[in-house]
């Protein structure tokens, strides 16, 4: 009953009937002056109804704008206006067109890899095929993926690989936290190496570090000689575009090596301080060719942070070594429109789980997912892929879990199992098709990941980080609890706020 009363459509159809109810009520008992302004309030309301629907996007990111639309007319219309995401700031689109035509410059729909891919018909070539023909991110073979399990074994050898930069450092981060043990020492290893001439640039998002970076700390650096921005800097107005953070991790050290994964630079992640138990995440380096990828997402949103177009013929027109690993990688990026044409992110866990014969192995610390990603996950389930999630035991936004919980009954009707981690909190977005394509990155299964904010990650093929993640996952499976349908329990009121706040989830 819960869900027939709190559908979007019945409550679009319960406040249309409302609103129709209100121009009758006033054509027979109020005055003409009153009719005349019910009357403007519904014209408001149709005039925005039309832009939003023939605006692009998918139906479930329009409807919660209809809902308030239509429940308040010229609020909801004003709401719009202002907090809708229109697209970039003017002095942003400038930037915004060089980056698209140098992808299109430095990343070709075809390629001498793509062609390879091609002609071997590996059943998952398509997840790679959407990436190089939609999105320009080329995969590339002759690659070496090394994965790293936990903040405790990443932290330290980041470290000493950034010791050995000669020519550039380039970091993206969505929280740098700098009270850190492990940020202090960074940051003083990023200063030496400016001093000794190495490029230091540092990128990250203004809201993520609030509280944790002052807003001089980009002047600063640069008085120092690094190159240092904050994204999307916060100002009090109203506007849907700072809903657009980087949450974006990536480490780039000369053309030797790449990183990406879900650690931010703050102590948790190592472990060495304690938030919800113990923290689970990941992070993978990338050696070989497909580090151009990465340069060339990490140089698209410095460049908007700096508001002019770097020399990327400098980072981008360099001959790689090829390992004999031959792992087939193709890191790309993610974000809102109009930077991006297509949701990257989503369109990219459809087709891995869509590809999948046996099984798939998920890790991520949020589920409110999309629809479309939610009925692959379930198609895939009747097929009868074994499809294991796994989710915090101790989650960092209880609400947000109990909105995920909302899903469990479908999904464990479809065969697919739910862990919760017994360990703690993990961080980790991962998936794993088959013990054959893995993916590693910043995305997590929501829709600010999915739909709002700026992320990245990589998916990769013949390389042996493919079966250190699957087993990786396994294990931490092992210390979890496998949700039992008895156990999805949910309050009266709990399932009340959940059912509403799913209605606007898609603009959160």
């Not at 908007?304 to 990026?333: C, H, I, M």
Request: proline letters at 4%; one cysteine or more; a neutral charge.
């Amino acid at each position: 009953m819960l869900k027939k009363i709190f559908s979007r459509l019945a409550l679009m159809l319960l406040i249309l009937l409302i609103e129709i109810a209100l121009v009758l009520a006033a054509a027979v008992y109020l005055e003409l002056i009153w009719v005349y302004t019910v009357i403007f309030y519904v014209f408001i309301s149709i005039i925005v109804l039309l832009i939003i629907v023939n605006r692009g996007g998918t139906p479930d990111l329009k409807i919660p704008w209809i809902v308030v639309v239509l429940l308040f007319p010229v609020l909801g219309a004003l709401i719009y206006v202002f907090f809708a995401n229109h697209g970039l700031k003017p002095k942003y689109t400038r930037v915004e067109r060089g980056v698209k035509k140098l992808a299109k410059k430095y990343f070709p729909k075809y390629s001498i890899d793509m062609d390879e891919l091609l002609k071997s018909k590996n059943p998952y070539t398509p997840t790679f095929q959407f990436l190089g023909n939609a999105m320009r991110y080329t995969p590339t073979y002759g690659n070496r993926v090394t994965y790293y399990k936990s903040g405790e074994e990443w932290f330290p050898k980041f470290i000493e690989e950034l010791k050995s930069a000669k020519e550039f450092i380039f970091m993206e981060f969505f929280i740098i936290d700098r009270h850190s043990i492990y940020w202090k020492r960074i940051e003083e290893v990023l200063l030496q190496k400016a001093k000794e001439g190495v490029e230091v640039r540092l990128l990250y998002d203004d809201i993520g570090c609030a509280g944790l970076m002052h807003s001089v700390y980009p002047s600063q650096m640069r008085k120092k000689g690094i190159k240092c921005y904050r994204f999307n800097p916060f100002v009090p107005v109203l506007s849907g575009l700072f809903n657009n953070r980087d949450h974006r991790k990536i480490a780039v050290i000369d053309h030797k090596m790449a990183f990406t994964g879900g650690m931010n630079l703050a102590d948790e992640y190592a472990n060495e301080i304690v938030r919800f138990g113990y923290w689970k995440d990941a992070m993978i380096k990338i050696e070989g060719p497909a580090i151009n990828n990465l340069i060339f997402i990490f140089l698209s949103l410095f460049d908007l942070a700096q508001l002019k177009l770097s020399d990327y013929d400098k980072y981008l027109n360099y001959q790689y070594e090829r390992y004999s690993e031959n792992a087939l990688v193709t890191p790309f990026g993610d974000g809102p429109e109009p930077f991006y044409e297509h949701n990257t992110g989503e369109s990219t866990f459809v087709n891995m789980i869509e590809n999948a014969k046996e099984t798939v192995y998920i890790c991520t610390p949020y589920f409110i997912p999309t629809e479309n990603l939610k009925s692959s996950i379930i198609r895939a389930g009747y097929r009868g892929v074994d499809i294991r999630i796994l989710l915090p035991g101790i989650p960092d936004k209880k609400l947000v879990y109990k909105m995920a919980m909302r899903y469990f009954p479908d999904l464990i009707e479809a065969g697919v199992k739910v862990y919760t981690y017994n360990e703690g909190f993990n961080h980790e977005k991962a998936v794993v098709v088959d013990g054959k394509i893995a993916f590693i990155g910043t995305i997590n299964m929501d829709y600010r990941s999915l739909v709002h904010h700026f992320e990245c990650g990589a998916i990769f093929m013949h390389s042996e980080a493919v079966k250190d993640v699957e087993d990786d996952l396994l294990d931490c499976y092992e210390h979890s609890e496998l949700v039992n349908i008895n156990d999805v329990k949910l309050g009266f009121f709990t399932k009340v706020i959940c059912y509403l706040l799913n209605v606007f989830s898609q603009m959160l």
